[in-house]
């Protein structure tokens, strides 16, 4: 178990017979300092007083929580590479990022310190860090699972979500955060192809073969507000980021190139944000027009294969994310084979509350390119 994964590595109860459990240190746990991934954070920080509610379910099914995971400082990035805490070392190729923020999450089942972690996603930051490790994610539908004693990124944008090596490890997540959560029994078959602009030859055939193989029928599809509301997604982010963090500029402990992006929410003004929050309701029912044609939008998760440790390329890893979370629907990362040395991640996007059809989607997806 490499130190860079986690942040704070716990001993489960004793008697605990459930899954293990990573938590993303920006989940409070009861007698556990937050710390967010920042050193800022983490000096100021006391023992949590309880857990956030989003344990509730974990903590009833007996779940061993093995620890903290480290991530992005701050949840702001996508690379995962933390300059506090060391990053945590992608398993595919050491020389690769883990993707972020949710990167020791990812790391953590990716290399079984953990059959199930909980990551959040306000960019992508459960899809990226699961794509980069080859591993699955699931960002949950806006406002599905609660943010409460979650420290936040971007309110309107963010959510909690499982992570796990496979649709098995899930469906057992979401059966932690959401007791009783079920998958369908009838799985989407009608699928709307959505091709991003620039994307590897590579992960685009990977994608197109995984469907072809298991036998859905797939039609192509446009979306013409994706890259607004990529752009839209982000004005909102970082002016959300800035209420939220704003209290630790100038602060010793804060990293350099965090307190740069949050310093940008200075210059957002209200007319941006009134501009972002129309074209999130367009976005809104443009997508909602699709799911009226089909029951499942296909795409890459990333364009790209993951980036070197040291590359400028970092928010060319969110095209493929960012638009959904202004859209607040349910998105599911599922590795798929590419016959090269490093797989590709298809994304599943659904109408919002629609996690247990992807989900079986999902699973016959998995089963088919296994």
Same mark, same amino acid.
């Given at each position: 178990?490499? %130190?860079?994964?986690?942040? !704070?590595q &716990?001993d @489960?109860p004793?008697?605990?017979? /459930?899954?293990?459990l +990573? $938590?993303?240190?920006?989940?409070?746990?009861?007698?556990?300092?937050?710390?967010?991934?920042?050193?800022a954070?983490?000096?100021?920080?006391?023992?949590?007083?309880?857990?956030?509610?989003c344990?509730?379910?974990?903590?009833?099914?007996?779940?061993?929580?093995v620890?903290?995971?480290?991530?992005?400082?701050?949840?702001?990035g996508?690379?995962?590479?933390?300059?506090?805490?060391?990053t945590? %070392?992608?398993?595919?190729? !050491?020389? &690769?990022? @883990?993707?972020?923020?949710?990167? /020791?999450?990812?790391? +953590? $089942?990716?290399?079984?310190?953990?059959?199930?972690?909980?990551?959040?996603?306000?960019?992508?930051?459960?899809?990226?860090?699961?794509?980069?490790?080859?591993?699955?994610g699931?960002?949950?539908?806006?406002g599905?699972?609660?943010?409460e004693?979650?420290?936040?990124?971007?309110?309107?944008l963010?959510?909690?979500?499982?992570?796990?090596?496979?649709?098995a490890g899930?469906?057992l997540?979401?059966?932690?955060l959401?007791?009783?959560?079920?998958?369908?029994?009838?799985?989407p078959?009608?699928?709307?192809?959505?091709?991003?602009?620039?994307?590897?030859?590579?992960?685009?055939?990977?994608?197109d073969?995984?469907l072809?193989t298991?036998?859905?029928?797939?039609?192509?599809?446009?979306?013409?507000?994706?890259?607004?509301?990529f752009?839209?997604?982000?004005?909102?982010?970082?002016?959300?980021?800035?209420?939220?963090?704003k209290?630790?500029?100038?602060q010793?402990?804060?990293?350099?190139?965090?307190?740069?992006?949050?310093?940008?929410?200075?210059g957002?003004?209200?007319?941006?944000?009134?501009?972002?929050e129309a074209?999130?309701?367009?976005w809104q029912?443009?997508?909602?027009?699709?799911?009226?044609?089909?029951?499942?939008?296909?795409l890459?998760?990333?364009p790209?294969?993951?980036?070197?440790v040291?590359?400028?390329?970092?928010f060319d890893?969110?095209?493929?994310?960012?638009?959904?979370?202004l859209?607040?629907?349910?998105?599911?990362?599922?590795?798929?084979?590419t016959?090269?040395r490093?797989p590709?991640?298809l994304?599943?996007?659904?109408?919002?509350n629609?996690?247990?059809?992807?989900?079986?989607?999902?699973?016959?997806?998995?089963?088919?390119?296994?």
């Open positions: 178990m490499r %130190v860079s994964t986690f942040i !704070a &716990l @489960p004793a008697g605990a017979r /459930g899954p293990r +990573a $938590v993303k240190d920006l989940i409070d746990i009861e007698g556990v300092p937050t710390t967010a991934g920042c050193r954070v983490a000096d100021a920080a006391q023992p949590a007083e309880k857990d956030a509610p344990m509730a379910g974990a903590r009833a099914a007996d779940a061993r929580i620890g903290k995971t480290n991530l992005h400082e701050l949840a702001f996508a690379t995962g590479v933390n300059v506090w805490y060391g945590p %070392v992608n398993p595919l190729d !050491a020389s &690769l990022v @883990p993707g972020g923020s949710s990167s /020791g999450s990812a790391v +953590a $089942v990716a290399n079984d310190d953990a059959d199930i972690a909980y990551g959040s996603d306000t960019g992508g930051s459960v899809r990226i860090p699961s794509a980069c490790c080859g591993t699955a699931l960002k949950t539908t806006h599905r699972i609660p943010l004693g979650v420290w936040p990124l971007a309110l309107s963010d959510t909690v979500g499982p992570m796990a090596r496979d649709i899930l469906v997540g979401m059966q932690l959401e007791p009783g959560f079920s998958v369908a029994d009838v799985p078959t009608t699928v709307g192809r959505f091709r991003l602009p620039n994307t590897d030859p590579a992960i685009d055939e990977a994608i073969r995984a072809a298991a036998e859905l029928e797939v039609v192509d599809i446009d979306l013409p507000g994706w890259m607004k509301a752009t839209d997604n982000g004005v909102i982010l970082i002016a959300e980021a800035w209420e939220a963090d209290h630790l500029v100038g010793d402990g804060l990293g350099e190139g965090v307190a740069t992006r949050i310093e940008l929410g200075r957002i003004t209200a007319e941006n944000v009134e501009q972002a074209g999130r309701q367009a029912q443009e997508l909602a027009r699709t799911f009226e044609r089909v029951e499942v939008i296909a890459p998760t990333m790209m294969f993951p980036i070197p040291d590359s400028d390329k970092e890893l969110t095209v493929g994310t960012g638009s959904i979370n859209s607040g629907n349910p998105a599911l990362a599922l590795p798929v084979p016959g090269g490093l590709a991640s994304q599943l996007v659904g109408p919002h629609s996690e247990d059809r992807l989900l079986a989607l999902g699973r016959v997806v998995e089963t088919a390119v296994s």
